[in-house]
């Protein structure tokens, strides 16, 4: 079964630092990514999928995330941490064949002054 | 756009009562789901739809029913309320377009329900 594993529950950055948060997929086709994002006491929304159309994939409020196969991985970056970042981030695959989204555990994004 | 709209936002159950947690989505969506969110555990799927009429069971279905009457509504039941189910409820939709399967899905505001 596809899934992924989110490395870290919980992160910490100083505002304006890099943000790494890491993906890895279980996959033996190619997978369907996605990254969402969940503020406090809200729902997920996308922050960015990846299609096959490119590697680095760009998505909202300066988030991008690099597809490796080799590594299989998909993590997700920004180069400067601001606090209204700080919420929880969860990596998705979709289940082999279907179309239903499998979440990883989430990490918790810390942002500090 | 309302997009999928969940109530109630907040409950309190006592063990044994019974419940309905309703969605609703307006983005004329074939797929439905319903997780449930627990700390540091992601979220798990309870069951989805892929079509009015049709239903089936995700990881964790036990204490749960759904149904599936219209495209647009996809409540879930709670027949004898259990501690365990204290928890987020999220419903979500997505949408197949053909040959591609590279939709997100959409979500709700959440249900945090709690069982005393």
């Known amino acids: 079964a596809q899934s992924v594993t989110q490395l870290g529950s919980h992160v910490s950055v100083s505002e304006g630092a890099l943000v790494l948060l890491r993906c890895n997929y279980s996959s033996s086709v190619p997978p369907y990514l996605f990254w969402y994002v969940q503020y406090p006491n809200q729902g997920l929304q996308l922050l960015l999928k990846?299609?096959?159309?490119?590697?680095l994939v760009k998505g909202i409020n300066g988030f991008e995330a690099e597809f490796k196969k080799s590594e299989t991985s998909f993590h997700l970056t920004k180069p400067s941490a601001h606090m209204s970042d700080a919420a929880e981030y969860f990596c998705?695959?979709?289940?082999?064949?279907?179309?239903?989204?499998?979440f990883g555990r989430g990490t918790s994004l810390i942002v500090h002054p | 756009n309302a997009g999928v709209t969940q109530t109630p936002k907040f409950r309190i159950l006592k063990i044994g009562q019974s419940m309905t947690l309703q969605c609703t989505q307006d983005m004329n969506h074939n797929y439905m789901y319903w997780y449930r969110q627990d700390p540091g555990m992601g979220l798990k799927l309870i069951y989805y739809s892929v079509g009015a009429g049709i239903t089936d069971k995700g990881e964790v279905p036990n204490g749960y029913n759904v149904s599936r009457s219209t495209t647009e509504d996809f409540p879930l039941r709670l027949e004898l309320a259990a501690p365990s189910q204290t928890s987020v409820y999220f419903c979500?939709?997505?949408?197949?377009?053909?040959?591609?399967?590279?939709?997100?899905?959409?979500f709700g505001q959440g249900t945090r329900l709690t069982v005393v």
């Open positions: 979500a939709s997505s949408n197949r377009q053909g040959l591609n399967r590279n939709t997100e899905a959409f």
């Open positions: 998705a695959v979709l289940r082999g064949g279907s179309y239903i989204p499998t």
């Open positions: 990846y299609t096959s159309a490119a590697t």
